[in-house]
């Protein structure tokens, strides 16, 4: 984002409504993400206090993610957790004012249960939404290619991994690519909204690459019971470009 921009934002946002600087990608502008277009060497961009356009119809990812799907996760679910982050946030007194959404995460507590649910909430499915692309998926390349073969052995050893911390996740959560405080890629899974953000909270911490939602709300109506069929489809939507981008932090 050129500095400008930033600044114009950070104004128009206001005291306690700016975030970090952080893992993401997309476009070198304050404009929605790129429609599937190239995302290399663009640099991560911050996460604000407010959700930002979705760079695709709702429809854009059916038939894997169906449109009432989107249209609910989007404009209800995501759109919830941001309210009531901003309304807790603007109950703390200042405390948050100025701080990257990163660092508030980071700096969280188990008891801060509003913020936990709500801040992680946010962040989280910002990460989702612009990790997914109408495109369909592409295959990882360069470095990060290299480092998922070093780490798992192949790309496909990871995806099951990864296709299996969401599958086994119990109730509501995340399945996640991290690379951890050894800089090293891991797969984890968090309950609720729960981020590897969160280092006084999960147990393996670590910068989230790569985030699936497997909370019922995010498959339900197409697929019912059967979440490892939309784990499937959700492996078919990833843009590892922007994987990418989000692993040069
Ligand atoms: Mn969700």
């Known amino acids: 984002m050129k500095k400008r921009t930033f600044i114009k934002i950070a104004g128009v946002a206001g005291a306690g409504l700016l975030i970090a600087p952080f893992a993401g990608c997309g476009s070198n502008d304050s404009k929605a993400p790129d429609k599937g277009a190239s995302v290399k060497g663009m640099k991560p961009r911050p996460f604000l206090f407010e959700q930002e356009p979705l760079g695709y119809d709702f429809s854009a990812l059916a038939p894997a993610i169906d449109a009432m799907t989107m249209e609910l996760h989007f404009g209800k679910h995501h759109a919830g957790y941001v309210n009531k982050l901003n309304k807790a946030i603007g109950e703390a007194g200042g405390a948050y004012d100025g701080m990257e959404l990163s660092a508030m995460l980071q700096s969280l507590t188990p008891d801060q249960t509003t913020l936990r649910n709500n801040g992680g909430g946010h962040y989280n499915h910002t990460l989702y939404w612009r990790t997914l692309t109408p495109g369909g998926a592409n295959a ?3 470095i ?8 798992f052995g192949s790309v496909e050893a990871f995806q099951e991994q990864f ?6 996740r119990f109730g509501s ?3 996640w690519l991290i690379r951890n405080a050894s800089g090293t890629l891991e797969v984890t899974s968090t309950p609720n909204q729960d981020n590897p953000l969160m280092s006084g909270i999960v147990d393996r911490p670590g910068i ?3 985030g699936m939602d497997v909370w019922e709300h ?14 499937a489809a959700f492996m078919e939507l990833v843009n590892w470009d922007v994987v990418e981008v989000n692993s040069s932090v």
């Open 140 to 142: 990882p390349q360069g």
């Open 208 to 210: 989230p690459l790569l």
């Open 218 to 231: 995010a498959y339900y109506l197409n697929y019912q019971n059967r979440r490892k069929d939309y784990i």
């Open 163 to 168: 296709m299996k911390a969401g599958a086994t």
């Open 144 to 151: 990060l290619k290299e480092e998922l073969i070093d780490t």
């Open 173 to 175: 959560g995340w399945a």
